[in-house]
């Protein structure tokens, strides 16, 4: 029998129904609430990423575990599980110094190839239920290759005979040439500080090798940064200097990685981007190579530099696909096949440059995932590319304050031989996203760049070019003019430019000698300051009865200053613009040296 109701009761029965609905929702809500307390695991509106992200197929087995977007006590119980090792404990918890995250960094090494299975009570990005994988790489050879230890010149200044000054021959200058000093870090000599008529401030002699020399800032004050290059008794690292060039920090990749020199990133947040290099087993069969050829993986770190932690990292292997290099296979050796050189912090997301796929992956930060990809020489790209606007082979990308984006291309498109500085505005969503140039600025001698290279524009809209393996420096106006053109007598990675205010350590250096017909020659150096207008020369018997015995303006980092008679003893003093005494040396006898 169909029994009806009216339209009020039907009301009346929803209502209960709704009602009794509500009741069980919020009694569901409320064991659910129950539980999650009972586990210690607060509830999260948001996911946690994890670093090294869900799926990554080449992991350090010294790997740590990364949680971001998470409290360092609200993590909860995390369980870490090798197919292999099988359980592994944590042997401590690091927590981020910015409070939004923290490092488990397990008691024991993990076994190479294994997959490791990480079950938490926590949403994270890339994850299912909260629970993820990784895998292992198998890894193949050492380190990168050594230079040799650090050796004393031969002919080093007169005043400081364990530096010898690199050669720079300045072919151009302009009163519009924007404000500071040019930094350069040579292959064959060392770190180096120069104005722009080519006068070296400062000189810190190196270990052969590309040390990627820049000024930065740190915790609002300027800082040196410069790769130490690797030697047989100690690894590659990145060193910071104050303005007094004293070390106040050195950064090394975590996770068992080794430092590499193409990138040191000082984000302003008390974190640094860095590149390491590790060789991996791979399948090669897809570009013709065998089922297990050593390949190289290229990786980006942000490090913690209060602790050391890594809060993100990301590989080329697993997320650039290797039928995407220009870059062939050489013999039974490691495969370069992506080549990463500069990494850009660029808002939620990382521009990450690949010399060997001549691309740009924007990778966002929370999650690990290429967004898109930029590719200057007509293969596959995201952007459409007009012929104006391609690039290959690049190094040092950096997204400018308008929104542009500059690179150094190596012009290895071809057709294209000259190396330039190339500016270019992505336009247009979707399918219709185009790179567009904006200004192109070729180097003055009209070379490509085999190697190396880097591009800054700089505040005022000058555009700064170091060309790499050419061995030579310009500075440009925004409408392409040269304003500085200089070679070198050595290459350098990158060029630089900006102001310093170096407050040397100890006094300055000072060595004399007598010449043929009687006259003294003083030679004085203070390595680090730039601010000397000239020296005065003082001689006398001691400290208490000196007089002027001559004096010259400063001509470089050491300066010659002949004076008439030296009566027993000589001193330098170094004066400032302003008439202001800066500094002096020791007061020593003639043909004595001091520092």
Same mark, same amino acid.
């Given at each position: 029998m169909l029994e009806t109701v009216g339209m009020s009761g039907f009301n009346q029965q929803r209502s209960a129904m709704h009602c009794g609905r509500r009741t069980r929702v919020h009694l569901v809500v409320l064991i659910a609430l129950l539980l999650t307390g009972a586990v210690g695991v607060p509830s999260a509106s948001g996911k946690v990423s994890v670093f090294p992200s869900p799926g990554t197929p080449v992991a350090s087995e010294t790997t740590s575990f990364s949680f971001r977007g998470?409290?360092? &006590? #609200?993590?909860?119980?995390? $369980? !870490?599980?090798?197919?292999?090792?099988?359980?592994?404990? !944590?042997? #401590?918890?690091? #927590?981020?110094? /910015?409070?939004?995250?923290?490092?488990?960094?397990? $008691?024991r090494r993990f076994a190479d190839g294994e997959v490791v299975r990480i079950r938490t009570h926590r949403k994270i990005r890339l994850a299912r239920h909260g629970d993820f994988r990784i895998r292992i790489g198998r890894f193949t050879g050492g380190s990168k290759k050594t230079s040799h230890a650090l050796r004393p010149p031969k002919k080093g200044l007169r005043s400081r005979p364990d530096l010898k000054l690199p050669r720079i021959k300045v072919a151009r200058t302009s009163a519009m040439e924007a404000p500071g000093d040019y930094f350069l870090g040579f292959r064959n000599s060392g770190l180096t500080i120069l104005d722009n008529l080519g006068r070296v401030t400062w000189f810190k002699p190196t270990a052969f090798g590309f040390n990627n020399f820049e000024p930065q800032t740190l915790d609002g004050r300027p800082v040196l940064t410069y790769f130490r290059t690797p030697t047989p008794n100690r690894d590659g690292a990145y060193v910071i200097l104050n303005r007094h060039y004293r070390k106040v920090a050195e950064v090394t990749p975590g996770n068992g990685y080794k430092a590499d020199m193409h990138e040191f990133h000082l984000t302003g947040r008390g974190t640094a981007l860095i590149l390491a290099y590790r060789t991996v087993r791979w399948d090669l069969r897809a570009v013709g190579g065998p089922a297990d050829g050593p390949v190289a993986d290229c990786v980006v770190q942000e490090i913690d530099l209060k602790t050391g932690a890594v809060l993100f990292e990301w590989h080329a292997v697993g997320n650039i696909g290797l039928r995407r290099s220009r870059e062939r296979r050489h013999g039974p050796g490691s495969w370069d096949a992506f080549h990463l050189n500069s990494v850009e912090p660029d808002g939620k997301a990382l521009l990450v440059s690949s010399r060997w796929t001549s691309s740009i992956y924007r990778v966002g930060r929370a999650s690990g995932q290429v967004n898109w990809v930029l590719r200057g020489d007509g293969g596959r790209s995201d952007f459409k590319v007009g012929r104006a606007a391609r690039f290959a082979a690049q190094h040092d990308v950096r997204r400018l304050p308008n929104g542009e984006i500059s690179l150094f291309d190596n012009a290895g498109v071809p057709g294209r031989r000259v190396a330039s500085v190339l500016i270019l505005k992505l336009?247009? $969503?979707? =399918?219709? =996203?185009?790179?567009? $140039?904006?200004?192109?600025? =070729?180097?003055? /001698?009209?070379? &490509?760049?085999?190697?190396?290279?880097?591009?800054?524009?700089?505040?005022?809209?000058?555009?700064?070019?170091?060309?790499?393996?050419?061995?030579?420096?310009?500075?440009?106006?925004?409408e392409g003019k040269v304003l500085f053109h200089a070679r070198q007598g050595s290459s350098s990675y990158r060029a630089r430019k900006s102001e310093w205010d170096g407050i040397p350590n100890g006094r300055p250096a000072i060595t004399s000698m007598r010449g043929?017909?009687?006259?003294?020659?003083?030679f004085a150096s203070w390595n680090g300051a730039g601010n000397i207008a000239r020296w005065d020369v003082l001689t006398g018997p001691d400290p208490d009865h000196l007089t002027v015995a001559g004096s010259a303006d400063w001509r470089n980092l050491e300066t010659e200053i002949p004076v008439a008679s030296a009566n027993g003893k000589v001193q330098v003093v170094a004066v400032g613009e302003d008439g202001q005494e800066l500094g002096r040396s020791a007061l020593v006898p003639v043909g004595r040296r001091s520092r």
């Amino acid at each position: 029998m169909l029994e009806t109701v009216g339209m009020s009761g039907f009301n009346q029965q929803r209502s209960a129904m709704h009602c009794g609905r509500r009741t069980r929702v919020h009694l569901v809500v409320l064991i659910a609430l129950l539980l999650t307390g009972a586990v210690g695991v607060p509830s999260a509106s948001g996911k946690v990423s994890v670093f090294p992200s869900p799926g990554t197929p080449v992991a350090s087995e010294t790997t740590s575990f990364s949680f971001r977007g998470v409290k360092p &006590a #609200r993590l909860g119980p995390v $369980k !870490i599980v090798g197919s292999v090792s099988g359980r592994h404990g !944590i042997a #401590r918890r690091v #927590r981020h110094s /910015d409070g939004h995250g923290v490092s488990l960094v397990p $008691k024991r090494r993990f076994a190479d190839g294994e997959v490791v299975r990480i079950r938490t009570h926590r949403k994270i990005r890339l994850a299912r239920h909260g629970d993820f994988r990784i895998r292992i790489g198998r890894f193949t050879g050492g380190s990168k290759k050594t230079s040799h230890a650090l050796r004393p010149p031969k002919k080093g200044l007169r005043s400081r005979p364990d530096l010898k000054l690199p050669r720079i021959k300045v072919a151009r200058t302009s009163a519009m040439e924007a404000p500071g000093d040019y930094f350069l870090g040579f292959r064959n000599s060392g770190l180096t500080i120069l104005d722009n008529l080519g006068r070296v401030t400062w000189f810190k002699p190196t270990a052969f090798g590309f040390n990627n020399f820049e000024p930065q800032t740190l915790d609002g004050r300027p800082v040196l940064t410069y790769f130490r290059t690797p030697t047989p008794n100690r690894d590659g690292a990145y060193v910071i200097l104050n303005r007094h060039y004293r070390k106040v920090a050195e950064v090394t990749p975590g996770n068992g990685y080794k430092a590499d020199m193409h990138e040191f990133h000082l984000t302003g947040r008390g974190t640094a981007l860095i590149l390491a290099y590790r060789t991996v087993r791979w399948d090669l069969r897809a570009v013709g190579g065998p089922a297990d050829g050593p390949v190289a993986d290229c990786v980006v770190q942000e490090i913690d530099l209060k602790t050391g932690a890594v809060l993100f990292e990301w590989h080329a292997v697993g997320n650039i696909g290797l039928r995407r290099s220009r870059e062939r296979r050489h013999g039974p050796g490691s495969w370069d096949a992506f080549h990463l050189n500069s990494v850009e912090p660029d808002g939620k997301a990382l521009l990450v440059s690949s010399r060997w796929t001549s691309s740009i992956y924007r990778v966002g930060r929370a999650s690990g995932q290429v967004n898109w990809v930029l590719r200057g020489d007509g293969g596959r790209s995201d952007f459409k590319v007009g012929r104006a606007a391609r690039f290959a082979a690049q190094h040092d990308v950096r997204r400018l304050p308008n929104g542009e984006i500059s690179l150094f291309d190596n012009a290895g498109v071809p057709g294209r031989r000259v190396a330039s500085v190339l500016i270019l505005k992505l336009e247009g $969503k979707g =399918r219709g =996203r185009r790179a567009v $140039k904006v200004a192109r600025y =070729r180097n003055p /001698d009209g070379e &490509a760049s085999a190697a190396t290279g880097g591009a800054e524009v700089l505040p005022d809209g000058n555009v700064l070019a170091g060309w790499g393996n050419s061995a030579s420096l310009t500075e440009f106006s925004p409408e392409g003019k040269v304003l500085f053109h200089a070679r070198q007598g050595s290459s350098s990675y990158r060029a630089r430019k900006s102001e310093w205010d170096g407050i040397p350590n100890g006094r300055p250096a000072i060595t004399s000698m007598r010449g043929k017909h009687g006259p003294v020659v003083v030679f004085a150096s203070w390595n680090g300051a730039g601010n000397i207008a000239r020296w005065d020369v003082l001689t006398g018997p001691d400290p208490d009865h000196l007089t002027v015995a001559g004096s010259a303006d400063w001509r470089n980092l050491e300066t010659e200053i002949p004076v008439a008679s030296a009566n027993g003893k000589v001193q330098v003093v170094a004066v400032g613009e302003d008439g202001q005494e800066l500094g002096r040396s020791a007061l020593v006898p003639v043909g004595r040296r001091s520092r």
